[in-house]
């Protein structure tokens, strides 16, 4: 089988907190500033196996939708140049602050661990939008399903773990898996926010600086920085005499050693994350440098970060790279697939 698998900071609020978030600045023109950083990062060693997976393992029952009520998100603080951070009173989610501006995404034609699908690496530049610092929860995802505006999650076991986590206590502040990306969607819709594009994953996850991971790169896989298939994982690729502390997913923000440069947590391991665009190979030679928010529509939906079913030294130094690409049908849920959300700086209701 194809095995491919498509802390919280101190608010700094120098600025008031708005009733409502005002439209953000006219875009300035995204050309690029300076000229493409290149990748001097440690070269790592990768075992030889397949890196496409897109076979949707389980494909639940389509089900009647019920319907998506947003619930009240209250007013946005204004997002300025400065890290903000916001609790989102729907859910409790801390959110992010992005500001506005340029920054590099996908990888350049010179880097030997590069796929066909992330070059080339390019300036793009997105207005400002806040996005979740970690996944979205079990007892997050819950609270929707008691609202009548999320799904239940399908009762058979996802591939790789025999475990299902969801409606236990213990797991509670764990990330929700086994959700499709139209689960997905309808949860950040009830929280009043959204999917983040693919552009706005990648943005949250390296910074500005093209690195290649969210945190500097040292030449050493730190199991204090992400959740991945270590000796507790009982796949044949696990990485021995290393140990994260779990043996599949972890409770979220438990790796904040792996924070990125604006202090999203576990942007790399612990499971992959959902994003809104549709995937297509070569999507980057023709997406705008502005905004850009995938093709129109297609078959695959994007997914992004690698997960704890990766093994390092197999897949997910590739993998967990923050350029890195992957999909899955949208109907697919795994137990190594989770989500976050995102929204839009001027998004706020009047």
């Not at 796929?115 to 609270?143: C, H, K, S």
């Not at 690729?237 to 604006?262: I, L, R």
Request: hydrophobic share 40%.
């Amino acid at each position: 089988m194809d095995t491919r698998r498509p802390i919280i900071l101190i608010a700094t609020l120098s600025g008031v907190l708005a009733a409502c978030a005002p439209a953000l600045p006219p875009a300035v023109a995204a050309t690029p500033r300076a000229p493409a950083p290149t990748t001097t990062s440690t070269p790592f060693v990768l075992a030889t196996r397949p890196l496409r997976w897109v076979t949707p393992d389980v494909t639940p029952t389509p089900a009647p939708r019920p319907t998506r009520t947003p619930v009240d998100s209250g007013p946005l603080p204004v997002l300025r140049a400065e890290r903000l951070t916001w609790i989102a009173p729907s859910d409790g989610m801390t959110l992010l602050g992005i500001p506005e501006g340029g920054f590099w995404m996908g990888s350049g034609a010179d880097d030997a661990y590069a796929e066909p699908d992330e070059i080339p690496l390019r300036r793009v530049f997105l207005d400002g939008y806040w996005i979740d610092q970690t996944e979205v929860t079990n007892v997050m995802y819950a609270a929707c399903l008691f609202a009548g505006a999320c799904t239940p999650l399908p009762s058979t076991f996802a591939p790789y773990s025999p475990h299902l986590y969801f409606g236990d206590p213990a797991y509670d502040d764990y990330p929700v898996v086994n959700v499709s990306w139209d689960q997905a969607s309808a949860y950040c819709t009830w929280a009043g926010r959204r999917l983040p594009t693919e552009a706005e994953w990648e943005k949250a996850s390296r910074g500005t600086d093209a690195r290649r991971f969210p945190w500097e790169w040292i030449g050493v896989a730190d199991p204090e920085k992400l959740n991945f298939c270590d000796e507790r994982c009982a796949f044949s690729w696990h990485v021995p005499n290393v140990d994260d502390g779990y043996g599949e997913t972890a409770p979220v923000g438990n790796y904040p050693k792996g924070a990125s440069p604006y202090q999203a947590l576990d942007m790399a391991g612990n499971v992959w994350e959902w994003t809104a665009d549709w995937y297509a190979a070569g999507a980057y030679r023709e997406a705008p440098l502005q905004n850009p928010a995938g093709p129109q529509d297609g078959t695959w939906r994007v997914v992004r970060g690698a997960s704890w079913s990766d093994g390092v030294h197999v897949r997910s130094l590739v993998y967990a790279r923050s350029a890195n690409r992957h999909y899955q049908a949208p109907g697919s849920t795994r137990s190594d697939l989770g989500f976050r959300c995102a929204l839009s700086a001027s998004a706020a209701a009047p």
